[in-house]
Structures are given as C-alpha cells and as structure tokens.
C-alpha cells in the first residue's frame, strides 16, 4: 500500500513558477514508476509528466515539454514537478500517482492516486 499527499499548488501569474512535492508513505517507493497528472473542470485527467523507477525515464506531454521537469529523491520518498513559464492553460488539479511501470502511469491502470492540489494560474 502506498498513501500519496501533494502540497505546493497555489495562485500564481503567468509567467510564474510553482514547484509541487509530493510525499510518499508505504513500501517500495523507489519500486514505483511516479507521474503527475492534471484535470481542469469539463475536461479529462491527463497525464503531465512520468518517471521511472530509479528516475533513469521520462515522459513529459507536448504541452509542458520545456517548461516542467520532473524528479524523484527515493531516500526522501518524495517526488516533485518543477513547473516554470506557467501559463493560463496550466489551470487544473494536479494529482500525484504511482504505478508498476512507467508504461502504466495511463488513468485506467494507476496503483495509487493522491487527493491533489489545485494550481491556479492567471492571465
């Protein structure tokens, strides 16, 4: 079982940059391939940006792709998604997830979701 709690979200202007942490409790932390997904209201949750176990992969969707920057601290159990440049679009609530392998970091087959936290970035 693994519990997951993000923090970091907030109010910020565009342009701005956040840095969302997520803390993880439970076995094998570092077993687990780690992403960040994203759900505006009206629209579908979406995957941001992944991580492998060992954080030798990654992912990043088209849309954040030189802006955001995943990573992990295995000793610390915690992972992060440095985001920069934050645009208007980046509105949504963030949720942190883990899954068996970095292949199965898609909605349907995520092991452990987070409760999120809302970014709210304005024009």
């Known amino acids: 079982q693994v519990q997951l709690v993000e923090s970091g979200g907030g109010l910020v202007q565009a342009g701005g940059s956040l840095r969302l942490s997520c803390a993880a409790s439970g076995r094998s932390f570092s077993s687990y391939a780690m992403g960040w997904f994203r759900q505006a209201p009206g629209k579908e949750r979406e995957v941001v940006a992944a991580i492998g176990g060992i954080g030798i992969n990654t992912y990043y969707a088209n849309s954040v792709k030189g802006r955001f920057t995943i990573s992990r601290d295995d000793a610390e159990n915690t992972l992060y998604l440095q985001m920069n440049s934050l645009k208007p679009e980046d509105t949504a609530a963030y949720y942190c997830?883990?899954?068996?392998?970095?292949?199965?970091?898609?909605?349907?087959?995520?092991?452990?979701w987070g409760q999120g936290t809302q970014v709210t970035v304005s024009s």
């Open positions: 997830a883990a899954a068996a392998g970095i292949s199965r970091l898609r909605v349907g087959s995520v092991d452990y």
